[in-house]
T-cell receptor, first 118, second 111 residues
Framework: GAVVSQHPSRVICKSGTSVKIECRSL??????MFWYRQFPKQSLMLMAT?????????EQGVEKDKFLINHASLTLSTLTVTSAHPEDSSFYIC??????????????FGQGTRLTVV | LAKTTQPISMDSYEGQEVNITCSHN???????ITWYQQFPSQGPRFIIQ?????VTNEVASLFIPADRKSSTLSLPRVSLSDTAVYYC????????????WGAGTKLIIKP
């Protein structure tokens, strides 16, 4: 199946610094990518929808100035957590949709990034 | 976007068949039903997808009644490695396939 690669898999940063997470679709072009956040023992929460060449659409309650999303190409979307604080520590996951003739449309997920802010 | 309801957790034993049922009473005409599996600290993995009746692949079967208000994921002969959280989602293929995640079902397989 299609592969979505997310990097880094884990990162520890100091409070106040910024962290960039990359999400790449390796063998297909993804016009739309999604960014999720998952706290321990909770479900995935959609943060934003990233469309290639346009501004991301953020879910209610997600600060767009804090979570900067760039989708500069059909295979790369980045999430930058700016001025990170301990409460931003979480598991961040990206996904990209491979649109095929229904019913075979699938969303492929990256491996996730464990962010710890100290 | 349709909301789904699943049992919070289930236990079973190796070699058994496990059925996880999901309710999606407000499913729309264009929505498909998809199940994902997630291991701790990993991204979700696609298991199976369907629209109606029965779908089967190499890892699972998906049963969808005529009214489509529920679906059942069937895992044949589970093993310890099937211990994971299973998510049922419904999504419209035409709306960027945006997925809204419920709590999922934590399946624990015992020896």
């Amino acid at each position: 199946g299609a592969v979505v690669s997310q990097h880094p898999s884990r990162v520890i940063c100091k409070s106040g610094t910024s962290v960039k997470i990359e999400c790449r679709s390796l063998d297909f072009q993804a016009t739309t990518m999604f960014w999720y956040r998952q706290f321990p023992k909770q479900s995935l929460m959609l943060m934003a929808t990233s469309n290639e060449g346009s501004k991301a659409t953020y879910e209610q309650g997600v600060e767009k100035d804090k979570f900067l999303i760039n989708h500069a190409s059909l295979t790369l979307s980045t999430l930058t957590v700016t001025s990170a604080h301990p409460e931003d520590s979480s598991f961040y996951i990206c996904s990209a949709t491979l649109l095929r003739t229904a019913p075979n449309t699938e969303a492929f997920f990256g491996q996730g990034t464990r962010l710890t802010v100290v | 976007l349709a909301k789904t309801t699943q049992p919070i957790s289930m236990d079973s034993y190796e070699g058994q068949e496990v059925n996880i049922t999901c309710s999606h009473n407000n499913i729309a005409t264009n929505d498909y039903i998809t199940w994902y599996q997630q291991f701790p600290s990993q991204g979700p993995r696609f298991i199976i997808q369907g629209y109606k009746t029965k779908v089967t692949n190499e890892v699972a079967s998906l049963f969808i009644p005529a009214d489509r208000k529920s679906s059942t994921l069937s895992l044949p002969r589970v093993s310890l490695s099937d211990t994971a959280v299973y998510y049922c989602l419904v999504g419209d293929m035409d709306s960027n396939y945006q997925l809204i995640w419920g709590a999922g079902t934590k399946l624990i397989i015992k020896p």
